[in-house]
């Protein structure tokens, strides 16, 4: 048998949800059931049906949603036969030149049944502010204050920008996607209510929805174009071995003067690397360096560097210090020093992370190991200085 | 009830004097009203669920699916009150009649 699946109208959206299956059976395909976005019918001869909905209540802890029996045996007898349910929405069908009477010979009785289905509305609506809301008072919670919190989630949000623009543009596509959605089913029920209430029936016509379906579309196409994006973006990473000589805008421990074997330190099996990644926002290096010199003393270099393409590389400063680990022991593991050749430098207290920014370059260093009055780490920055030009 | 009665509760109220389900009801309803009131099976069981709750009907006994109601005797002191005043309504407009015959 012939099946097809198509989507289906919002819960909040009644008289088009009556209006697409009734249309649906004059082409010849039948309601089946109905899933949470996808209705399925099945194919048979075009017919002239009505198709209503009626709306579940909520239910109890521990209670399954559903039309009672009694409900469901009513409509039965007056002539309308139940098709399919899922959730709020319930669908009857009877035939269009059968005498039935409609579900509600009182517009206003039916607004009643629209009280659970504008709870759901408002929970989704709330939804997102309200986890945004949780995630900073945690966060504060966390930190010596909100407004810390706040700048701590403004500089997440700015390096998840710079490193996956692609896909941060999909998640606020999607997240404004999801709250026009969730505002248009909010309003669209406020209206409903307020139609019924004043004893006109549900609006079965489908007009005055191209501004709607204009929007949508629009929103969609961008959630799709981003989620492209945010696609060819991760094929752009590359993780290599390291090169004898730096090819990018990065140093190596031997720039500071170091000469010695690049074998595992500190991390058995952990050989060097390098990855690189391009998002819209910045060319990235991440690299890891591990180093025994010929005096036989073990280093390991992380560096992280960033080439913006737009903007300056102090934009970054603060949340580069944030995810060091002297950043995460507290905010006053650092201090300003003037490398010559870079524009500001952040060295952290305890002597092994700086953060250095010089036009639209950033980075974040971490160096372990060597004598305890090494100066590997200067030197690396005066190097790194030189590199950025 | 504070409020006065919708006319399809009304009708209601009445049909419920004798034990009633839904459909049987909707078919009382428009044997009473004289075809006049049709009420959509959704509007019915809608009140129905209300006048439960406020205890003006109850359970009388199950057919199968079907739940066949009575009125409690709270729902008749409504009915008979809602009667009364619905007398009294009419009683105060008959200066209508007398006007037309004046007229």
């Known amino acids: 048998m012939k099946r097809c699946y198509l989507p289906q109208p919002g819960d909040h959206a009644i008289g088009e949800t009556e209006r697409f299956y009734t249309r649906m059976a004059e082409k010849g395909w039948l309601l089946e059931k109905r899933g949470a976005f996808l209705s399925r019918f099945r194919k048979g001869e075009p017919v002239k049906a009505l198709y209503r909905v009626e709306l579940a209540p909520r239910a109890g802890l521990g209670e399954e949603t559903g039309l009672p029996e009694e409900q469901v045996a009513l409509y039965e007898d007056c002539g309308w036969e139940y098709v399919t349910g899922r959730g709020l929405i319930h669908v009857f069908r009877a035939p269009a030149d059968a005498p039935v009477q409609e579900l509600y010979s009182d517009p206003?009785?039916?607004?009643?049944?629209?009280?659970?289905?504008?709870?759901?509305?408002?929970?989704?609506?709330?939804?997102?502010?309200?986890?945004?809301?949780?995630?900073?008072?945690?966060?504060?919670?966390?930190?010596?204050?909100?407004?810390?919190?706040?700048?701590?989630?403004?500089?997440?949000?700015?390096?998840?920008?710079?490193?996956?623009?692609?896909?941060?543009?999909?998640?606020?596509?999607?997240?404004?996607?999801?709250?026009?959605?969730?505002?248009?089913?909010?309003?669209?029920?406020?209206?409903?209510?307020?139609?019924?209430?004043?004893?006109?029936?549900?609006?079965?016509?489908?007009?005055?929805?191209?501004?709607?379906?204009?929007?949508?579309?629009?929103?969609?196409?961008?959630?799709?174009?981003?989620?492209?994006?945010?696609?060819?973006?991760?094929?752009?990473?590359?993780?290599?071995?390291?090169?004898?000589?730096?090819?990018?805008?990065?140093?190596?421990?031997?720039?500071?003067?170091?000469a010695g074997e690049r074998v595992p330190v500190f991390l058995p099996d952990r050989e060097g690397k390098i990855e690189r990644s391009a998002s819209l926002l910045a060319e990235t290096y991440d690299l890891y360096q591990p180093l025994r010199t010929d005096g036989g003393a073990g280093y390991a270099l992380f560096e992280r560097v960033y080439a913006l393409r737009f903007g300056s590389g102090e934009d970054i400063a603060r949340a580069l210090q944030g995810k060091a680990l002297a950043g995460q022991a507290g905010g006053d593991g650092w201090s300003t020093a003037a490398v010559p050749g870079l524009d500001r430098v952040y060295l952290a207290k305890n002597g092994m992370e700086a953060v250095a920014v010089k036009g639209r370059f950033a980075a974040s260093l971490t160096c372990i190991g060597g004598p305890p009055d090494d100066t590997t780490l200067e030197a690396l920055l005066q190097a790194l200085g030189q590199r950025w030009g | 009830m504070d409020q006065p009665m919708s006319e399809a509760m009304y009708y209601i109220f009445l049909a419920l004097l004798s034990p009633g389900h839904g459909y049987g009801l909707m078919q009382r309803i428009r044997e009473l009203s004289g075809g006049r009131v049709l009420l959509g099976p959704g509007t019915l069981y809608g009140i129905l669920t209300r006048l439960r709750k406020d205890g003006l009907i109850r359970l009388e006994a199950l057919d199968e699916r079907r739940k066949i109601y009575l009125l409690t005797d709270q729902g008749k002191e409504a009915l008979q009150a809602e009667y009364e005043r619905l007398k009294r309504m009419v009683r105060d407009g008959a200066m209508l009649e007398k006007g037309e015959d004046e007229a």
């Open chain 1, 108 to 258: 206003a009785q039916q607004a009643e049944t629209l009280r659970a289905l504008r709870t759901n509305a408002w929970l989704t609506l709330l939804q997102v502010p309200l986890l945004v809301a949780l995630y900073l008072l945690l966060t504060a919670a966390a930190s010596d204050s909100f407004s810390a919190a706040l700048m701590n989630f403004a500089d997440e949000w700015r390096m998840s920008f710079v490193t996956s623009t692609g896909l941060m543009l999909f998640f606020l596509c999607f997240l404004a996607a999801n709250l026009y959605f969730s505002i248009h089913a909010a309003v669209s029920l406020a209206l409903l209510r307020r139609r019924l209430s004043k004893g006109l029936p549900i609006d079965r016509s489908g007009r005055g929805q191209k501004a709607h379906k204009i929007t949508a579309g629009a929103l969609l196409l961008l959630c799709v174009l981003s989620l492209a994006l945010c696609l060819a973006q991760v094929g752009t990473g590359r993780t290599s071995p390291l090169p004898k000589e730096a090819d990018g805008p990065y140093v190596l421990l031997e720039e500071a003067g170091l």
